[in-house]
């Protein structure tokens, strides 16, 4: 009677909500409600965790001793929650363990069937309940310099949402998504296999014609021909160059001169590169009238007779 | 434990800074006497190759870049000269090479790789394809730039 009033009352929160409707539509008799209402001296207990009784009922025996949690559940009918691990146990994941427990007493609401359904529940909810945690230590171990308890309660209970969080760590957080091993050689091999398929996606867009190829081994394949057919163009392109080039004494000029050309025709920036012609070669002015230089450009060759193979050229790029 | 994955970075310098190196060191052979009128153009074709490598690795990254460290250093090698490149925050290159970072299927294929991208011998596979990226990119731009000037010296 006034039970019910107690649960609506206390309803802080999404679980305690949960269990209060959850409770109410068992119909529970008065002898259950007898054993689930906890002695007078704990009402003021429960008041101050703000808790349905039964919760901190629960709380109470299993913080006691773990071994009697079993006769716990004979009592009260709601299997406890099975010995974690962790010392802090966070109130909402509770309900949900409550939840279940309770949807499985449902079914057999009598007492002399409690104690065997007790088991029931609590074998099923123990054995989902290894896997959670192991998921979680493992992320915990995996991390541990980093977590602290409001991430463990927060792995556990977000074990059905797969997210990998990429916070400006050097650590990054990867949450087990669901029907993956979670240990942390596998992790560590998936967020590597990660890392090299985004890279594989960015070569696959530099080399024309790969993103229609599915399978790592042909995109690679197309690479690796891509990489030897521009080697290959420089070589033919240089040897082009070598017969040509005993030309290039005399006319300097005009190869600087079509250069620019041919560059400021292609797709070339535009960006104003200031070049200083060589005083020997500004006598030969015919060369620059030949074309439009829309911009006069100058290259920085007053070092030029001196440059060595070795010295590091770090002052172009800030051009 | 996995890194963070800063957003890879492959960009390249324009064009004219290609061509800007390849140009110095093309007038630098050219001031060499043996240079222009050699009997065999073998060797002036391998010498051009040389200064075009030489100078798509100093225009693209200089030594910010596995692959052009390892070319120069190639380079400067057969040169008989002593490279010095300054000490850089992490030494990875030893550091990496353990054995479970070559587990996959692909390793092959990766091991071509290798031996087409300069410096490939001492990087994982992740490092293998961003400098092979990066490769890529600047080696397009010099075969550009090489071909603009092919076309500009062509008889006219």
Redesign the interface.
């Known amino acids: 009677m006034d039970l019910t009033g107690e649960f609506e009352a206390r309803s802080y929160g999404g679980g305690a909500t949960r269990e209060a409707t959850r409770l109410e539509s068992l119909h529970l008799g008065d002898e259950f409600r007898q054993l689930a209402l906890p002695p007078e001296n704990a009402g003021g207990f429960t008041a101050l965790l703000e808790l349905p009784p039964t919760q901190a009922v629960n709380l109470l025996r299993f913080t006691d001793s773990p071994s009697s949690s079993s006769q716990a559940a004979a009592v009260t009918g709601i299997a406890p929650p099975p010995p974690h691990s962790y010392g802090t146990l966070t109130f909402p994941s509770n309900s949900v363990l409550m939840d279940r427990a309770a949807r499985f007493s449902t079914e057999h609401h009598q007492n002399g069937n409690v104690s065997g359904t007790s088991s029931v529940p609590s074998n099923s909810s123990v054995k989902t309940e290894p896997a959670e945690t192991d998921s979680s230590q493992a992320v915990n171990n995996r991390s541990g310099k980093r977590k602290d308890s409001d991430k463990k309660a927060k792995s556990w209970t977000k074990k059905n949402k797969s997210s990998e969080e990429n916070e400006n760590l050097p650590y990054v957080h990867v949450r087990a998504r669901r029907g993956q091993a979670t240990d942390s050689h596998s992790l560590a091999e998936r967020a590597r296999r990660e890392k090299i398929n985004a890279r594989m996606k960015l070569l696959q867009e530099l080399v024309p014609g790969c993103d229609k190829i599915q399978g790592t081994a042909l995109v690679l394949d197309e690479i690796i021909n891509h990489v030897q057919s521009l080697q290959r163009q420089v070589e033919m392109l240089s040897i082009r160059l070598a017969s040509v080039n005993p030309r290039i004494d005399f006319n300097l000029d005009t190869i600087l001169a079509s250069e620019n050309g041919s560059l400021m025709d292609g797709s070339f920036n535009g960006t104003a590169m200031q070049v200083v012609w060589p005083h020997q070669v500004t006598e030969t002015e015919q060369s620059y009238h030949h074309r439009q230089l829309q911009q006069p450009q100058q290259w920085p060759f007053d070092g030029l007779n001196q440059r060595a193979w070795g010295k590091e050229e770090d002052q172009d790029h800030g051009q | 434990?996995?890194?963070?994955?800063k957003p890879?970075n492959?960009d390249v310098?324009?064009?004219?800074?290609f061509?800007?190196?390849f140009?110095?060191s093309?007038?630098?052979l050219?001031?060499q006497n043996t240079?222009?009128?050699p009997e065999k153009?073998n060797d002036?074709?391998k010498k051009?190759?040389k200064a075009?490598?030489?100078s798509m690795a100093?225009?693209a990254g200089?030594?910010n870049r596995l692959w052009s460290r390892a070319l120069?250093r190639r380079?400067?090698k057969e040169?008989n000269?002593?490279?010095?490149f300054p000490r850089r925050k992490k030494r990875v290159t030893c550091l990496r090479r353990r054995s479970n970072?070559r587990d996959?299927?692909?390793e092959e294929?990766?091991e071509?790789?290798r031996n087409?991208?300069p410096g490939g011998g001492g990087m994982g596979?992740?490092k293998l394809?961003?400098e092979?990226?990066h490769?890529?990119?600047c080696?397009?731009m010099?075969?550009?730039v090489?071909?603009?000037?092919?076309?500009?010296?062509a008889p006219k």
């Open positions: 434990m996995a890194s963070a994955d890879i492959t310098p324009e064009k004219d800074v061509a800007l190196h140009l110095q093309l007038s630098n050219r001031r240079f222009n009128s153009t002036r074709v051009i190759k075009a490598y030489v100093r225009a200089g030594t120069l380079a400067a040169n000269k002593i490279v010095r970072r996959p299927v692909e294929e990766a071509r790789l087409l991208v596979t992740s394809m961003e092979t990226a490769y890529i990119k080696l397009s010099q075969v550009k090489m071909q603009c000037l092919v076309d500009g010296l």
